[in-house]
């Protein structure tokens, strides 16, 4: 009992590690991605014994700027939910980790351990829930700061991720059909086999509508641009207009941890997770024959390294969008959840169960 006790709170230690450090260095490739995009040098001033290495020093001089910063709360305010709020924004997007494979199991003398903090049968439902739950440190945060501009702000984050949230969970029931589990580490084995002998049976492949769906919608959820009108920075109506300090750095890197784990659902749901084509527990087998033989190490390292290489990809790719195009309108954004991707998602269900019946 103690050392399972003790293994789990070892697996919570090195995911949140993990994901605080890739947000620490999403801060960094934002400011040089979007220096690249509008031909800029970017951030690079900071400096330690005069060595700026490409501006790598900067995340770390904005933690301690943010540290020190004034923690201001506004008169007339309620000053224990305007404290609460980014609290609940930043555990509720990273609870999330918790369900999510970075491996397959090892075995370490008699003992099997999962590399995933808790193994769920209803994983996949847990982390929709706990992206929901996310709603109410963007309202709450409005609506205590007593301004109108912060609770407009908040009101359409709410109807923002509310609206798109459906569109994300209709997105996966196509995937459940062909992959018949909510555990997410299932999920990655299932897609762990071929199809016609040769083509890796990635949730992308089988799902494409699926994934371009969950994608679209999955970039709504972290309110960034094109989708960031809770923050609407050059419209003045922030939900966070009122916070400085660590309360407001909070909510920022709640923006850059929703961004890495809809990244690693990406990857986990629609490009194989830590699965590598063709590498099986005991090397590579491939499928014109032949096949190299591996310790089983050094496959559990090839697979991890394989989901953090996806994950990067796709972390990428979402900060090139949010430089890359404008922002909606209200009214446009609230047409391409309910009027596009929601008759969409039920298209992708029905045409997954014909298929499905034919086959």
């Given at each position: 009992?103690?050392?399972?006790?003790?293994?789990?709170?070892?697996?919570?230690?090195?995911?949140?590690?993990?994901?605080?450090?890739?947000?620490?260095?999403?801060?960094?490739?934002?400011?040089?991605?979007?220096?690249?995009?509008?031909?800029?040098?970017?951030?690079?001033?900071?400096?330690?014994?005069?060595?700026?290495?490409?501006?790598?020093?900067?995340?770390?001089?904005?933690?301690?700027?943010?540290?020190?910063?004034?923690?201001?709360?506004?008169?007339?305010?309620?000053?224990?939910?305007?404290?609460?709020?980014?609290?609940?924004?930043?555990?509720?997007?990273?609870?999330?980790?918790?369900?999510?494979?970075?491996?397959?199991?090892?075995?370490?003398?008699?003992?099997?351990?999962?590399?995933?903090?808790?193994?769920?049968?209803?994983?996949?439902?847990?982390?929709?829930?706990?992206?929901?739950?996310?709603?109410?440190?963007?309202?709450?945060?409005?609506?205590?700061?007593?301004?109108?501009?912060?609770?407009?702000?908040?009101?359409?984050?709410?109807?923002?991720?509310?609206?798109?949230?459906?569109?994300?969970?209709?997105?996966?029931?196509?995937?459940?059909?062909?992959?018949?589990?909510?555990?997410?580490?299932?999920?990655?084995?299932?897609?762990?086999?071929?199809?016609?002998?040769?083509?890796?049976?990635?949730?992308?492949?089988?799902?494409?509508?699926?994934?371009?769906?969950?994608?679209?919608?999955?970039?709504?959820?972290?309110?960034?641009?094109?989708?960031?009108?809770?923050?609407?920075?050059?419209?003045?109506?922030?939900?966070?207009?009122?916070?400085?300090?660590?309360?407001?750095?909070?909510?920022?890197?709640?923006?850059?941890?929703?961004?890495?784990?809809?990244?690693?659902?990406?990857?986990?749901?629609?490009?194989?997770?830590?699965q590598v084509p063709y590498l099986y527990p005991d090397g590579f087998h491939f499928p014109w024959g032949g096949n190299i033989l591996l310790n089983k190490w050094?496959?559990?390292?090839?697979?991890?390294?394989?989901?953090?290489?996806?994950?990067?990809?796709?972390?990428?790719?979402?900060?090139?969008?949010?430089?890359?195009?404008?922002?909606?309108?209200?009214?446009?954004?609230?047409?391409?959840?309910?009027?596009?991707?929601?008759?969409?998602?039920?298209?992708?269900?029905?045409?997954?169960?014909?298929?499905?019946?034919?086959?």
């Open positions: 009992m103690f050392l399972d006790i003790l293994i789990i709170a070892i697996k919570i230690i090195l995911g949140i590690s993990w994901l605080l450090t890739l947000t620490l260095i999403l801060t960094w490739v934002e400011r040089k991605e979007s220096a690249v995009v509008q031909d800029r040098i970017g951030a690079n001033r900071a400096s330690i014994l005069g060595l700026r290495v490409f501006g790598l020093f900067q995340p770390i001089a904005d933690a301690i700027k943010m540290m020190f910063k004034e923690d201001f709360v506004p008169p007339f305010s309620n000053r224990f939910l305007h404290t609460i709020a980014p609290f609940l924004s930043f555990f509720f997007a990273v609870i999330t980790l918790a369900a999510i494979p970075f491996g397959d199991e090892i075995t370490i003398g008699s003992k099997v351990i999962a590399l995933q903090i808790v193994r769920m049968n209803v994983g996949l439902v847990f982390i929709l829930a706990m992206f929901s739950l996310g709603i109410y440190g963007i309202i709450i945060g409005g609506w205590a700061s007593n301004n109108k501009y912060t609770l407009l702000g908040g009101m359409r984050g709410t109807a923002q991720i509310i609206s798109y949230e459906i569109a994300l969970g209709l997105s996966l029931i196509g995937l459940i059909m062909i992959y018949p589990s909510l555990e997410l580490n299932e999920i990655v084995k299932y897609q762990g086999s071929l199809l016609f002998g040769f083509i890796p049976k990635w949730g992308v492949i089988l799902q494409p509508l699926g994934f371009f769906i969950f994608l679209i919608a999955g970039m709504a959820e972290t309110k960034r641009v094109p989708f960031d009108l809770p923050e609407g920075e050059s419209e003045i109506i922030g939900f966070y207009t009122e916070y400085s300090g660590m309360k407001f750095g909070l909510f920022m890197m709640t923006d850059f941890v929703e961004v890495i784990l809809i990244s690693a659902l990406v990857t986990t749901l629609f490009f194989g997770g830590w050094i496959v559990t390292v090839l697979q991890v390294l394989s989901f953090n290489l996806k994950v990067a990809f796709f972390c990428w790719l979402l900060v090139l969008a949010r430089w890359t195009f404008p922002r909606y309108r209200y009214d446009q954004l609230m047409n391409l959840g309910w009027k596009l991707l929601i008759p969409m998602s039920f298209v992708n269900i029905i045409g997954t169960g014909l298929i499905l019946i034919l086959v």
